[in-house]
Nanobody
Framework: QVSLVESGGGLVQPGGSLRLSCSAS????????MEWYRQAPGKGRELVAS???????DYADSVKGRFTISRDNALNTLYLQLNNLKPEDTGVYYC????????????????WGQGTQVTVSS
């Protein structure tokens, strides 16, 4: 099986920075698209950024120029650098990975991280 573990959330003042991480472990063969979502209080989950195995990056308009998504394929880890944070960035951030793994036959499905809280407040 596969599991994802997130870390890096916290409380930060407006204009501050955080770095989120999401590490996958298990009998992994390959990881395709990796994504970050967030869910603000009382709202639905929204896509923040994605990075494909090709290296293509996509960002929500609200975070362009402030957030940077990256991945380390050797470590099966996804990152999100959050700069110039605003109060409206507050929410629970979730990672999502499209993973091929052996169980013992080859399988492929999406996995969610457990979520990490980001609070931007003075």
């Amino acid at each position: 099986q596969v599991s994802l573990v997130e870390s890096g959330g916290g409380l930060v003042q407006p204009g501050g920075s955080l770095r989120l991480s999401c590490s996958a472990s298990g009998n992994i063969v390959n990881i395709y698209t990796m994504e970050w979502y967030r869910q603000a209080p009382g709202k639905g989950r929204e896509l923040v950024a994605s990075i494909r195995s090709s290296g293509r990056l996509d960002y929500a308009d609200s975070v362009k120029g402030r957030f940077t998504i990256s991945r380390d394929n050797a470590l099966n880890t996804l990152y999100l650098q959050l700069n110039n944070l605003k109060p409206e960035d507050t929410g629970v951030y979730y990672c999502l990975m499209d993973i091929a793994y052996n169980h013992p036959i080859p399988l492929r499905r999406q996995y969610w991280g457990q979520g990490t809280q980001v609070t931007v407040s003075s």
